[in-house]
């Protein structure tokens, strides 16, 4: 009994930094572009993703969105794309300055090759992260990634921005 008294007591630590109250276990979501390589093709990718990083008790789960075409982020887009939606259990480690987060899962992409051909299907989508922060709840990183399916098998970095809802307020004037 005492021991889950602390486990949840643990869940509810804060940081204090230049008398600001940050969570130690929080949730956040990171977003980015970058570029990618099809394990079946030469030609190169580009990613654009969202996805929401979050926890149950002790365990951290992601859940995202990746659209990959051969356009990019910012041109006219073409027929090939890949969209997939993952969801991944995984470990994080966060210090005040770095956010370094790993996860694996599974993954349900759909979308068109080779201009004409239909697919969707199932896979195993694996990322790592790794995130300088600007303030404790603001960053910038990278993410690799890797996705494995029997249509369209992809991998590739992102560069992404790290928001987190770590931020409680300012600290009170009795406690400091």
């Given at each position: 009994?005492?021991?889950?008294?602390?486990?949840?007591?643990?869940?509810k630590?804060e940081?204090t930094?230049?008398?600001?109250?940050f969570?130690?276990?929080?949730?956040?979501?990171?977003f980015?572009?970058?570029?990618?390589?099809?394990?079946?093709?030469?030609?190169?990718?580009y990613?654009?993703?969202?996805?929401?990083?979050?926890?149950?008790?002790?365990?951290?789960?992601?859940?995202?969105?990746q659209?990959?075409d051969l356009s990019?982020?910012?041109?006219?887009p073409?027929?090939?794309?890949?969209n997939?939606?993952?969801?991944?259990?995984?470990?994080?480690?966060e210090?005040k300055?770095?956010?370094?987060?790993?996860?694996?899962?599974?993954?349900?992409?759909?979308?068109?090759?080779n201009?004409?051909?239909?697919?969707?299907?199932?896979?195993i989508?694996?990322?790592?992260?790794?995130?300088?922060?600007?303030?404790?709840?603001?960053?910038?990183?990278?993410?690799?990634?890797?996705?494995?399916?029997?249509?369209?098998?992809?991998?590739?970095?992102?560069?992404?921005?790290?928001?987190?809802?770590?931020?409680q307020?300012?600290?009170?004037?009795?406690?400091?």
């Amino acid at each position: 009994m005492a021991q889950e008294k602390q486990r949840a007591d643990e869940l509810k630590k804060e940081r204090t930094i230049r008398g600001n109250r940050f969570k130690v276990f929080n949730n956040y979501v990171n977003f980015g572009s970058g570029i990618g390589r099809a394990i079946e093709d030469s030609r190169l990718w580009y990613p654009t993703a969202v996805e929401y990083n979050f926890h149950i008790k002790r365990a951290y789960f992601m859940f995202g969105y990746q659209r990959t075409d051969l356009s990019g982020f910012l041109n006219k887009p073409k027929r090939n794309r890949m969209n997939d939606l993952h969801f991944c259990v995984g470990f994080r480690r966060e210090s005040k300055v770095i956010n370094i987060a790993y996860y694996g899962g599974v993954s349900r992409a759909w979308g068109v090759k080779n201009d004409t051909l239909a697919f969707g299907t199932y896979g195993i989508y694996a990322e790592a992260q790794f995130v300088r922060k600007l303030f404790f709840d603001v960053g910038a990183g990278i993410s690799v990634f890797g996705h494995y399916n029997n249509s369209f098998p992809l991998f590739g970095i992102r560069l992404d921005i790290f928001l987190s809802g770590a931020y409680q307020g300012k600290m009170n004037a009795d406690s400091e």
